[in-house]
């Protein structure tokens, strides 16, 4: 089991950025796939972005392309998701979730497929 710590949320103008971090505890986060998920309140969990376990290769939402970026440091177990030109739409409860990489397989973007989950971090983007 991956625990997994989120920080980096806050109240923020539209137009702003933010950075989230997501902390993993985790002997060898290196082996895992990471994803960024957001829940708006009266909506369903949504998938933002995923990073594969090499860093290698990385998947976005139609919703976030250009404005939103994934990364992650292996040496810090630590994936970030740089949100810039944040909109009033954006505003959500951020989850970050990992997943077992698997050697050649694909980058994995439905909730279902990720195994350990973090507590949230809220985003509010005032208009």
């Known amino acids: 089991q991956v625990q997994l710590v989120e920080s980096g949320g806050g109240l923020v103008q539209a137009g702003g950025s933010l950075r989230l971090s997501c902390a993993a505890s985790?002997?060898?986060?290196?082996?895992?796939?990471m994803g960024w998920f957001r829940q708006a309140p009266g909506k369903e969990r949504e998938f933002v972005a995923a990073?594969?376990?090499?860093?290698?290769?990385?998947v976005y939402a139609d919703s976030v392309k250009g404005r939103f970026t994934i990364s992650r440091d292996n040496g810090k177990n630590t994936v970030y998701l740089q949100i810039d030109s944040l909109k009033p739409e954006d505003t959500a409860v951020y989850y970050c979730?990992?997943?077992?990489?698997?050697?050649?397989?694909?980058?994995?973007?439905?909730?279902?497929?990720?195994?350990?989950w973090g507590q949230g971090t809220q985003v509010t983007v005032s208009s």
């Open positions: 979730a990992a997943r077992r990489g698997v050697l050649g397989g694909y980058v994995p973007t439905s909730a279902p497929d990720f195994g350990s």
């Open positions: 985790v002997q060898i986060f290196s082996s895992f796939d």
């Open positions: 990073i594969s376990w090499s860093g290698g290769r990385t």
